[in-house]
């Protein structure tokens, strides 16, 4: 049996899904939300929980309401630093349903003691909402909100990042259209 990571996944469920048309952690992939696809992949993590604006009713997994009223990730990621026992945080936006235990097992393994932040760089795009981050940046964190400056791309560049480079990878495909939802749908039945 595969050892328990010592940290925390946060599962980001509160953007608007706009371009997609309704929530996309309820979109359904093989009969399973795709909340519930990352929630397994995530079950690697000493803890798991699920980050948004609001707890929907229907929701029967550990929730932390987003702290601030901005519509940003790094609004969920200040919630999950905050709310955090562990002095690690997996990040991962619910726009990733092709992503897997294994490959998140993979990010940790490559952690380095003297960084503060791992992210992935995937299908030539640096992964934000799907890597590791240290509780050690919070202060970094607040002084970039306070400035009103909301990007975590902004953010990187303050702290010790460490990037792992995976190539054009299918598990980092973004869901973000009903375009993305059917080729995710397509790739995973040809997989069957």
Partial sequence: MSTTIPASAYILIGGKSLRFGSPKWQAEIQKKSVLNIIWNACNIFENRYVVGKENPSQLNKPFIRDELSINAPINGLYSALNHSKTDWIYLLSCDLPLMTSHILKSIWDSKKDE?????????????????????????????????????????????????????????????????DYQFIQSYILKQL
């Fill in 115 to 179: 960084s503060d932040v791992i992210i992935p760089i995937a299908n030539k795009k640096t992964q934000t909402t799907c890597g590791l981050y240290n509780k050690r940046i919070l202060p970094i964190l607040e002084d970039e909100i306070q400035n009103n400056s909301y990007s975590i791309y902004k953010l990187l560049e303050k702290t010790k990042r460490q990037h792992i480079h995976f190539g054009n990878n299918i598990h980092f495909t973004n869901m973000n259209t009903l375009d």
